[in-house]
């Protein structure tokens, strides 16, 4: 019996000791919520007056992403007719240079041997101009033929092309005849802003045969714009007729373009076609830069109207606050278009006719800040 108690004993502690796997558990997560950025809460919501998202008529549209490319036919190259030595450098790549300006410097032995062909030529000449002169006065008194006062004639002609031809190779190379020097000049041939340079001091040029020119010279006053549409938009694209064309650098400003050129060949990859407008730039537009091209198509579509100042413009994009209940506001992102009459702004998407939105988001943002 005391082996059987302590038997019983022994199997009862080691039930205590396992224990109960419920009160061993660890205590359950408490997760938190994170609060909506997106989500305001003001004491007094009466003081931001809201308007009532109103209904506008508008066409399709078709918005596609493009890049400002200066205009190929208002492109020139900058090149230098005489080989050499670079001596000097007068203007840098981004200069805005007028035409005649003067570019670079470059040190050339063409001059020497063009000068000394020049003063050959013009020797030449003379003496030829000399024995022509005798030779008429011979065949005046009888004393030559007519077929020698001819071929004196012909020899005198001859002289006076190579005279015409190395004075034209001076100027060419960018010398004058009276003093010729071995420093050469390049000028702008036209006004604009250098867009390529290639050529640095010391650095050799070599002339027609040189693999890249020096300089290049764009006429940035009418640029293109060069975009992408899909295959399934082109239809909505047409020739001759404009586009709204925004700057990501300045969304707040519209321009207007033309349709130049829809490339007949698709990129096969992407399925894409280039198109090309042309627009007259107003200073600001810059090589390189990102632009939205929004085409208008011939099909009506309803779209929401809003008052200018209900869109907040951050991080460049649109918003509008829309009440949530219980004095919160809700910040949407919207898809602005147009400007309308009446100090309105045309939304494509994020808004439905009917809804209502803040009417001056900045003074909500501002009062948010603080």
């Known amino acids: 019996m005391v082996l059987c108690f302590a038997l019983g004993g022994l199997v009862a502690g080691c039930r205590e000791s396992k224990g109960d796997p419920k009160a061993e558990a660890p205590p359950p997560t408490q997760v938190e919520h994170e609060q909506d950025l997106n989500v305001v809460k003001t004491e007094h919501a009466e003081q931001f007056p809201l308007a009532t998202v109103a209904e506008h008529a508008a066409t399709s549209q078709l918005a596609v992403t493009g890049v400002v490319s200066p205009d190929v036919s208002r492109t020139v190259p900058v090149i230098s007719i005489a080989t050499g030595r670079v001596v000097e450098i007068k203007a840098r790549l981004g200069d805005t240079v007028k035409k005649g300006q003067l570019l670079m410097r470059v040190q050339s032995a063409d001059i020497a041997s063009a000068y000394a062909d020049y003063r050959k030529a013009v020797a030449d000449e003379l003496l030829t101009r000399t024995q022509y002169e005798r030779a008429k006065l011979l ?35 960018g010398s004058p005849l009276d003093h010729p020097s071995a420093i050469v000049d390049i000028v702008a041939p036209i006004s604009g802003v250098i867009t390529d340079q290639q050529v640095t001091t010391a650095a050799g040029v070599q002339g027609l045969s040189a693999p890249a020119n020096p300089f290049t010279i764009s006429d940035l006053s009418q640029v293109w714009i060069v975009c992408d549409a899909y295959e399934n938009d082109l239809a909505t694209v047409r020739l001759g007729e404009t586009a709204e064309i925004r700057l990501n650098a300045y969304p707040g400003q519209m321009l207007t373009g033309k349709v130049s050129n829809i490339s007949p060949v698709l990129d096969p990859s992407i399925r894409t076609a280039k198109v090309r407008l042309e627009v007259k730039n107003p200073g600001m537009m810059k090589v390189g830069m990102f632009v939205t091209a929004t085409f208008h198509g011939q099909t009506k579509e309803m779209h929401a109207a809003v008052p200018a100042s209900a869109i907040l413009h951050l991080h460049d994009r649109d918003w509008v606050y829309v009440p949530a209940g219980d004095k919160k506001f809700r910040r949407l992102e919207v898809t602005s278009g147009g400007t309308l009459p009446d100090n309105m702004q045309e939304i494509i998407s994020g808004l439905q006719p009917g809804q209502h939105v803040v009417s001056n988001a900045l003074v909500l943002q501002s009062t948010v800040e603080q």
């Not at 008194?141 to 005279?163: C, F, P, R």
Request: hydrophobic residues 35%; aromatic residues 2%; negative net charge.
């Open 139 to 173: 065949y005046d008194k009888g004393a030559i033929s007519l077929n020698d006062l001819q071929t004196a004639e012909d020899v005198e002609n001859k002289a006076k092309v190579d005279v015409e031809t190395t004075t034209e190779h001076l100027r060419v190379l």
